[in-house]
């Protein structure tokens, strides 16, 4: 039924040329061909979304449906709305924010922090609709937006190496590192090597095609009974590849979530919200603006791509889509330019993308039984390794810049919280900027959020 309307709606929309195909130099084959590869490369989300979200409650076969059919739907409004070939999917960093930081850290249910998502997605969807996206990502220094970056980067990196076993908890040095002999951490480090061969050979969907060989190295561990002391954490063979029996219970979940959310102290709702809303922002607006780059969009007069505030109104409402669905929060993926980078220029690109990953709902006991921890830590880690490429553009020769990234990156690491760093990197580039003198280039709105930030560091914890 859902592929027949899909089916109708496109034959609408083909009929009167509104994807600009001949104008934009493609044709269905080409955008089909892209809109898989783009669903294969960032198709590791079903299995990393259910392992890391079921650490804060939320049951595992439920998150992979509602992953898959947030990011089935968001996928297609956002082809629909945009025409941009740009997927979305729950997002890596903001599953993490969600998991290790929300619900472990501060101690609220998965129903509160997805209520906390729903009022941030609302916000989001209100920023890019009035036109305050510009004012409000100059007003932020750009270092900072690079460094909260990376360090996401970097946490969900330690998040993959400690679900392994790959580094464990030590009194004496906080962390140190495991026993690498065991099946766990080893079959996680052979995934780790698989996967960063195949990316710096530019193989096509490196990430999903190193899950899938990880997987089957697994498989034969446990068959040869190596990791038999951690049977949960290794891979199996699936004692049923499809199925239709979908687990509902995180739709709508996020209602139930606004007493416990609104009965908390005041700065830690701000927070949790203003968390959410910040890694989203900044993280929607780097990928659409360089993969509408990288797909050779137009530009105004005003130096804005083509379409790229209907892209930022697909995005938001994606986001709105997953937090009703039970997902943590829908973005696009910079995975998307493996499509483009096959000649996909079109909306069609994203919905194909969509319809697959429908499509993936089906299989659920497979994925589920063959991605796990030890599997799916080779994309946490190749994940990170990316988003710490963004350390490049940062100015290191400014001590101001270099010593709030420090902080944003260590204490986010230290703490296992993204909104601790984030917290510690503006208070810190607050403090550094009056020493230097350069106080008065802050926008006031940086002023603010540092104030707000040491309240919340001293009072609101």
Same mark, same amino acid.
């Given at each position: 039924?859902? $592929? ?8 609408? +929309? %083909? ?25 294969? *490369?960032?198709? &590791? ?6 392992? %890391? ?24 409004? %956002? ?26 850290? %501060? ?20 920023? =890019? ?25 970097? !946490? $969900? ?19 140190? @590192? ?9 079959? *996680?480090? $052979?995934?780790?090597?698989? #996967?960063?061969?195949? &990316? ?148 069609? =690109? ?40 963004? @350390? ?15 902080? #944003? ?16 990197? !503006?208070? =810190? +580039?607050?403090? =550094? ?17 540092? $104030?707000?930030?040491?309240? +919340?560091? !001293?009072?609101?914890?």
């Amino acid at each position: 039924m859902i $592929i027949g309307f899909l089916s109708f709606i496109l034959g609408v +929309y %083909m009929e009167n040329d509104y994807f600009k195909m001949k104008l934009r130099n493609t044709d269905i084959k080409t955008e089909f061909l892209a809109g898989l590869t783009t669903f294969l *490369a960032m198709s &590791y989300i079903l299995g990393v979304n259910p392992t %890391m979200l079921s650490e804060g409650g939320m049951p595992a076969t439920a998150i992979f449906f509602s992953s898959a059919l947030a990011a089935g739907i968001a996928c297609i409004v %956002m082809g629909l709305i945009s025409n941009y070939p740009i997927g979305l999917a729950p997002g890596m960093g903001l599953n993490a924010l969600l998991t290790y930081t929300v619900i472990i850290s %501060m101690g609220y249910s998965w129903q509160a922090g997805l209520a906390a998502i729903f009022i941030a997605s609302i916000l989001f969807f209100l920023i =890019t609709i009035s036109g305050l996206r510009e004012s409000i990502l100059h007003a932020i220094p750009n270092d900072l937006k690079l460094a909260i970056g990376a360090g996401i980067g970097f !946490f $969900i990196a330690v998040v993959g190496l400690k679900n392994s076993g790959i580094v464990v908890a030590n009194q004496a040095n906080i962390i140190a @590192l495991g026993n690498l002999t065991g099946a766990v951490p080893l079959l *996680a480090l $052979i995934g780790i090597a698989i #996967t960063l061969i195949l &990316y710096v050979r530019k193989i096509p969907a490196a990430v999903f095609v190193g899950l899938i060989i990880t997987s089957i190295i697994g498989v034969i561990f446990t068959l040869l009974g190596f990791g038999a002391n951690t049977p949960t954490l290794m891979p199996a063979v699936p004692h049923q590849v499809v199925s239709v029996d979908f687990d509902y219970s995180l739709i709508g979940g996020f209602l139930s979530g606004f007493g416990e959310l609104f009965s908390s102290q005041v700065i830690n709702i701000i927070m949790v919200i203003f968390s959410f809303l910040l890694v989203n922002f900044f993280d929607a607006t780097g990928t659409l603006v360089g993969l509408g780059n990288q797909a050779g969009f137009s530009k105004d007069e005003n130096g804005e791509l083509e379409g790229i505030d209907k892209a930022f109104i697909g995005d938001s409402v994606g986001g709105l889509i997953g937090t009703v669905l039970g997902s943590s929060p829908v973005t696009a993926y910079v995975e998307s330019a493996t499509g483009i980078g096959l000649g996909g220029r079109t909306g069609l =690109t994203a919905i194909f993308t969509g319809i697959f990953f429908l499509i993936a709902m089906f299989f659920a006991p497979a994925i589920l039984s063959l991605f796990t921890s030890p599997v799916t830590t080779s994309c946490l880690v190749v994940v990170g390794i990316l988003m710490m490429a963004q @350390l490049k553009d940062i100015d290191w020769s400014n001590l101001v810049t270099i010593s709030s990234t420090f902080a #944003t990156i260590l204490m986010m690491v230290l703490t296992s919280s993204i909104t601790l760093g984030i917290a510690f990197g !503006f208070v =810190t +580039y607050a403090v =550094t900027s009056i020493a230097s003198g350069k106080a008065k280039e802050l926008h006031w709105s940086v002023w603010i959020l540092a $104030i707000i930030f040491v309240f +919340y560091l !001293f009072f609101g914890l």
